[in-house]
């Protein structure tokens, strides 16, 4: 997998986070809902100037500056880093999608669009940009926890010929 795919993954999140939420925004009234899965999940139109779940709303210059922090620190890992696994290279481009989407509504309109309502959970109202955020770092976690695991196994195997190490 090419390090040009992190890149076309993040690219394609955004043009689908975008098409979502020009249909949700053209089609829908400000804090209309329509059931999806009823008791389950709803469409619901937002707007949201805070971070995901409404959290430190009225920060929107605070999350331009991070997701621009996070759209460099992306692009220098996926140029950078030699040997990313596929994993990585998934996370990469999620994260990346993911935060180029809702960079996109807070420079435009200082807010954004939320659409996924997930009602047995908190009543959470939330996109698809905010869903590739979290795949994305879940699997970059994952990826450097294995890669942690490994290491661990590399020292306990190279060190346990027998001997106790102090």
Same mark, same amino acid.
């Given at each position: 997998?090419? *390090? ?24 829908? $009234?400000? $804090? ?6 009823? /008791? ?8 949201? !100037? ?7 709303? /009225? ?8 997701? %621009?922090?996070?759209? +460099? ?12 696994? @596929? @994993? ?8 990346? +999608?993911?935060?180029? +989407? !809702? ?6 309109? $200082? ?5 996924? /309502?997930? @009602? ?5 109202? %939330? ?18 926890? *294995? ?20």
């Amino acid at each position: 997998m090419s *390090r040009w795919n992190i890149l076309y993954l993040a690219f394609m999140i955004v043009v689908l986070d975008r098409v979502l939420k020009i249909w949700v925004a053209r089609s829908m $009234g400000l $804090g209309q809902s329509i059931p999806v899965i009823p /008791h389950l999940l709803w469409i619901t139109y937002i707007l949201n !100037n805070g971070a995901a779940f409404s959290l430190l709303r /009225h920060g929107t210059w605070l999350f331009v500056v991070v997701a %621009f922090l996070l759209l +460099g620190a992306v692009t220098y890992v996926a140029w950078r880093v030699k040997d990313l696994s @596929r @994993r990585a290279i998934w996370g990469l481009g999620l994260l990346a +999608g993911g935060s180029a +989407g !809702n960079l996109w509504d807070r420079l435009v309109s $200082g807010r954004v669009i939320d659409y996924i /309502h997930v @009602r047995f959970w908190s009543g959470a109202v %939330f996109n698809l940009a905010d869903s590739a955020i979290v795949v994305g770092m879940s699997l970059l976690v994952w990826e450097y926890w *294995r890669r942690q695991e490994e290491g661990r196994d590399a020292y306990t195997s190279r060190n346990s010929g027998g001997s106790t190490r102090r």
